[in-house]
């Protein structure tokens, strides 16, 4: 794809969605959606460059690239538009597909996300996260990440999704993991991109999120006219892996209407 080999995985038929993965994952992060949509949908999934199977980027992994990317892949499938769904790094990714081909998107779906760009202070501890990860491999990430990505409820009783989610954490590459810590800490604030979204649009989230708490939720649904935002009890920040009957109950009616 542009000059390099994405890894990706397309399943079902029917109108196209594209769900794009969290950071430090890939594309297993979305197992339970892939196979529950694909009976009326064609789910298009990847890893962004440097992470999961995917080939090494160049030394920053932008949002920008994540949507370019996911666009040239519909190109090499001969789709033009799709629902695009994004997690968190995945949703700052569907902002920049927002911004840069909205001809190419029908709705999106931005769950445990915020349009807010890095703070100094967040960007800080990235590059010192970074600077850890160079030292000491990816483990330095997944000791970040897991204790806050997900919520107490599944710490607590769902010891299946932290080990699954640990496992994916460690198994990113080191590099991809640098470079999306760059491609984070540099990526745009996409708060004005809220008004020029025209596409049916669901907002998620989960009560327990500490990375991208409720309030970042409500502001996003205030900037996208005529937005829906649907709040998941017990779960944090990766919900659609903690509690996928949950997050998937609301994503199917949102989806069947825009079948139409
Ligand atoms: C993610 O889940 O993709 C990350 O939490 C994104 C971030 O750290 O901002």
């Known amino acids: ?91 700052y990714a569907a902002f920049a597909w927002a911004r840069r081909h909205a001809s190419r998107l029908r709705g999106l779906i931005l769950t445990n996300t915020r349009a807010d760009a890095d703070s100094p202070e967040a960007r800080r501890k990235r590059s010192l996260l970074a600077s850890e990860v160079r030292l000491r491999g990816v483990r330095a990430a997944a000791e970040a990440f897991l204790p806050r990505a997900l919520g ?35 990526r745009a604030s996409a708060i004005d991109t809220l008004r020029e979204i025209h596409v049916p649009t ?5 009560d327990e999120d500490e990375i991208s708490p409720l309030a970042d939720a409500q502001a996003m649904h205030a900037g996208i006219r005529g937005s829906q935002l649907a709040l998941l009890t017990g779960v944090g920040h990766l919900a659609n892996l903690e509690d996928p009957v949950a997050w998937n109950a609301v994503v199917a009616p949102f989806l069947e209407t825009l079948r139409a």
């Not at 669901?202 to 989960?206: A, D, K, Q, R, V």
């Open 202 to 206: 669901l907002i998620i989230t989960g």
């Open 152 to 186: 107490s409820s599944s710490k607590r009783t769902r010891p299946e999704v932290v080990a699954r989610v640990e496992a994916m954490m460690l198994a990113a590459p080191q590099r991809g993991v640098i470079d999306a810590l760059a491609g984070l800490a540099a």
């Open 1 to 91: 794809m542009a000059g390099t080999e994405l890894h990706y995985d397309v399943r079902g038929e029917g109108p196209t969605l594209v769900l794009l993965h969290g950071f430090p994952l890939d594309l297993r992060m979305w197992d339970a959606q892939s196979a529950a949509f694909a009976e009326r949908w064609q789910v298009v999934r990847f890893d962004a460059r440097g992470l999961g199977a995917s080939a090494p980027g160049d030394g920053l992994l932008s949002m920008e690239r994540i949507a370019d990317d996911g666009v040239a892949l519909l190109d090499h499938l001969a789709v033009g538009q799709a629902v695009v769904c994004g997690l968190s790094m995945g949703g």
